[in-house]
């Protein structure tokens, strides 16, 4: 892959990569069409395949995570991508006979909080992967999604911090009709989970209404607990956890007026699906 990036770099090409961890779905086809449209008809579209171990932690479902990835070459295919990059455990965190692993990057700032504090070691897994593809395809642009948004935010912080010569593009949350988030996880969703998981849109629009009807800005810890008793309704969805913060700095906001940005976790079943919106 390395080598067939500096080819077409060589011949003075543009090259767009769209991060997955593959079971790929319409959201990320449209991250696809996007680094499409950035790179050009003459310039290079890399989808990266790769559920990388270093992101999960050791209760969560690595092991079952969903993957097809001749399905997914066959979706790459149909929407004109020129490479699918899916490597090897091996391949990416090769190491020697007895040696570990053990060159990690860490941002240290916006990942303390949300998915940083109820995962820890989460993100340091993300920067890692990401700079490592970032090494391995050398895109000029690299395209996020913004359901992930603490993540794309702090893969645009590592490539200030660490001088990265590429550009992140971040795309709006592709939706179901009915407002759930596309996602790979969704397809957990059996029977009346799929219904419950509605929770996580409802929620935020809930709290864009008490927002709506208030001619003042609202204590963050009263919607907090207005959100906790809304997820709580249903009977098999358990809030993660919710907040509200800057969206630049994401300090935690203690009282939220429109412009406030919120993101929440909830478990529907086993199922944990994240979201997130401005305010």
């Not at 767009?16 to 680094?35: K, N």
């Not at 179901?176 to 629009?205: C, I």
Request: charged fraction near 25%.
């Amino acid at each position: 892959m390395q080598r067939l990036a500096k080819l077409w770099q060589r011949k003075g090409l543009p090259i767009g990569l769209v991060p997955t961890m593959g079971f790929l779905h319409e959201g990320h086809l449209s991250l696809i069409r996007r680094a499409r449209r950035t790179a050009g008809s003459r310039g290079k579209v890399v989808v990266s395949v790769y559920v990388n171990p270093a992101q999960f932690g050791p209760r969560e479902d690595f092991s079952r995570y969903p993957r097809d990835l001749g399905r997914d070459i066959r979706l790459c295919r149909a929407e004109g991508a020129d490479a699918v990059f899916a490597p090897s455990d091996k391949e990416m965190y090769s190491r020697d006979a007895g040696e570990p692993f053990s060159t990690f990057v860490l941002e240290e700032h916006l990942s303390r909080g949300m998915e940083g504090a109820s995962r820890p070691t989460h993100f340091r897994g993300v920067t890692t992967v990401v700079a490592k593809l970032f090494n391995i395809v050398q895109p000029s642009v690299a395209v996020f999604g913004a359901k992930d948004y603490q993540q794309a935010s702090i893969v645009q912080r590592m490539v200030r911090d660490l001088n990265f010569p590429v550009k992140i593009d971040v795309a709006p949350t592709r939706r179901e009709p009915d407002g759930l988030a596309m996602s790979s996880r969704n397809r957990y969703l059996k029977g009346s989970l799929r219904a419950q998981s509605l929770v996580l849109w409802r929620s935020m629009e809930k709290v864009r209404a008490l927002l709506r009807n208030s001619a003042r800005p609202i204590p963050a810890g009263r919607l907090k607990a207005e959100v906790k008793r809304f997820v709580q309704r249903q009977p098999s969805a358990r809030l993660d956890y919710v907040e509200f913060f800057d969206p630049k700095t994401f300090e935690p906001a203690p009282r939220v007026a429109r412009g406030t940005h919120v993101a929440l976790a909830v478990f529907v079943g086993k199922t944990r699906l994240i979201d997130n919106s401005r305010l």
